[in-house]
């Protein structure tokens, strides 16, 4: 069995995974996410107050998070299931801190940097 720091190292070593973002793309460009076999996932575009059109990142991460805790709670349970569930809800935190930072510097819902 691999120690963590084996894991670790190995993980820096690996190729990086291709990219779903074609090449040339710009920041106006990235709404949907195209998988093999057709499949894709299309992400809000605008203010949510204009209307709902698509998922959020939130959303997204939720979904992950109960697609890994279905395995955990079977039979494929594993450490690495349980760290992938630990890293996504830190995703989640920290991607619900900028939001909370985004409303309180009064730029959410524009297409303005928060500081």
Partial sequence: MQTQEEIDRSAKCEAP???LIPAGT????LKTYEFPGGFS???QNGAMELGRNGAITEEVLDMLIEHFNYFQKGKYACRENALVITKLEEAKH???HRKQLREAQDVKGRAA???
């Fill in 17 to 19: 995974a291709p990219s």
């Fill in 26 to 29: 710009s920041d106006s460009d």
């Fill in 41 to 43: 996932v299309k992400f």
């Fill in 94 to 96: 920290w991607a619900l």
């Fill in 113 to 115: 940097a928060h500081v």
